[in-house]
């Protein structure tokens, strides 16, 4: 068979190889076979060189994994070696309290430790279980919830590479500049070296600095930059890692090797530790960071954060050579995730905090839906924009939900919910500390509800409503 454009449905390109544009080819690859109604080619473009992604793991909870299993992945990545969940396992966490030298607060657990200053700011680090005697416990905490998994990063995008059908094809070096509509109602993308490729549907996948976003709301007359541009939270994650086996030669019984935390964040990865270690500024949330994204620093930075933590945390973040520190930004609730025949998935759409380990969940969900919209034999090219208007009524709503409590759980972690004060916060009551540690508590539970395939019924439901009219 010639590959002619008369034997394509449409044509999808997809800025961005990152999660949510592999993940959506891949979705497009697997349920465009299964309907036999019409290919869809695909072009991948991709600003970097390679196929590539920053940061080790990725938090997937029981929604996104039900997603993934039902493209193999379970069978993956037990053949690399990495764990995954069993059906009805749960995940349980203990909160306990500890006070330590100074009188500061330290909250911790089997899989999180979090501390406070006496100015009631947070100052982490991750930490394993503390070695050392704790003085006395506050708030038990158990979470009986289903997950998360963390998965690594390059794995993942490896996985989703190998599910994408020769329809699809991935571009690199090939960086989004803008768009244009044109008069036919195909979109033209424009690329930084000046080429110009035509597409039925423009899928913005480029992250948080989205070049199709800023293109998008600049198009329809929303020049405001709460838009165009993320927002600084005031957090700056410092991120690293360790080979497991170096580590574990060093430190034999150290827990960072089999448990996964949160506040410090340190997780077993395969064969690696990644950890992350946050420090946040309140005050400086919504205010212009005029640094750089990115940048090295030397782990004695990072040490200077902890000091007068216990002994299992200083050898955890010693034991790396230097950081990352990552300036952490949001992207701001959008009015709309589509225009036309664009649209927005995963951090362009909603790139949010780390606090619930959800961002990268949550491009995968976006994925699913759309590339089941998009194959399914009732869409077609002169219905397109009212499909993609049903993936906006589908997505906007939850996603913008799943990033306000991500943010909230930051303040609880960070001692800084406006509904959880201290009376004195050198020397917090216990029925303080029991509140928050119960609100932690059922901030998780909603990541144990819902199915994605009752999603889809839903959706599908919607499509024929759609296509009957």
């Not at 979705?27 to 036999?36: A, L, V």
């Not at 170096?246 to 150290?254: G, L, Q, R, S, Y």
């Not at 009376?423 to 819902?450: C, K, M, T, V």
């Amino acid at each position: 068979m010639s590959d002619t454009k008369s034997e394509y449905k449409f044509r999808v390109v997809i800025a961005g190889c990152g999660i949510g544009g592999l993940a959506l080819a891949a979705f497009i690859s697997r349920f465009t076979k299964e309907n036999s109604d019409g290919r869809i080619t695909v072009d991948i473009y991709e600003a970097k060189p390679e196929v590539s992604t920053i940061g080790a793991g990725v938090a997937i909870w029981k929604r996104s994994w039900q997603v993934l299993q039902d493209l193999g992945f379970e069978a993956e990545f037990i053949k690399k070696g990495f764990k995954v969940p069993k059906d009805g396992e749960c995940n349980s966490e203990s909160l306990r309290v500890t006070i330590l030298k100074a009188y500061s607060v330290c909250f911790d657990q089997p899989v999180a430790q979090f501390f406070a200053s006496p100015t009631n700011r947070l100052k982490v680090t991750i930490s394993t279980a503390m070695s050392v005697p704790l003085i006395f416990h506050y708030a038990l905490l158990s979470l009986q919830i289903d997950g998360p998994v963390g998965l690594h990063r390059p794995t993942l995008l490896e996985i989703f590479e190998s599910k994408l059908s020769a329809d699809c094809k991935i571009h690199t070096s090939k960086r989004l500049e803008r768009y244009e509509v044109s008069n036919n109602g195909s979109v033209n993308v424009v690329f930084s070296d000046d080429s110009v490729v035509a597409a039925d549907i423009l899928v913005g996948a480029d992250g948080i600095h989205s070049a199709t976003r800023g293109t998008m709301f600049k198009s329809i007359g929303q020049r405001d930059e709460r838009y165009l541009r993320p927002t600084f939270t005031g957090t700056i994650a410092y991120r690293s890692g360790i080979p497991k086996d170096k580590f574990v030669a060093a430190f034999p019984n150290h827990s960072a090797a089999e448990k996964a935390q949160v506040h410090i964040v340190s997780q077993p990865l395969g064969p690696w530790i990644d950890i992350t270690c946050y420090n946040s500024e309140p005050e400086l949330e919504g205010k212009l960071y005029d640094g750089p994204m990115v940048k090295e620093v030397a782990t004695k930075d990072v040490v200077g954060l902890c000091e007068d933590w216990e002994p299992d945390l200083l050898s955890l973040i010693k034991s790396v050579e230097s950081y990352n520190a990552w300036a952490i930004h949001v992207v701001n609730p959008l009015p709309r995730y589509v225009s036309g025949v664009v649209v927005l998935i995963g951090d362009a759409a909603h790139a949010m905090t780390p606090y619930q380990g959800i961002g990268g969940g949550q491009a995968i969900e976006d994925a699913h839906i759309l590339g089941r919209i998009l194959s399914h034999t009732l869409t077609r090219k002169d219905n397109i924009s009212s499909i993609l208007k049903l993936y906006e009524a589908l997505r906007l709503s939850p996603t913008q939900e799943a990033a306000k409590k991500s943010r909230n759980n930051g303040l609880l972690y960070q001692f800084n919910h406006p509904d959880f004060p201290f009376s004195d916060p050198n020397h917090p009551q216990r029925d303080e500390l029991e509140a928050i540690g119960n609100a932690i508590g059922r901030s998780f539970g909603w990541l144990a509800d819902g199915d994605a395939e009752a999603d889809w019924v839903e959706a599908e439901a919607k499509l024929k409503e759609i296509a009957d009219h």
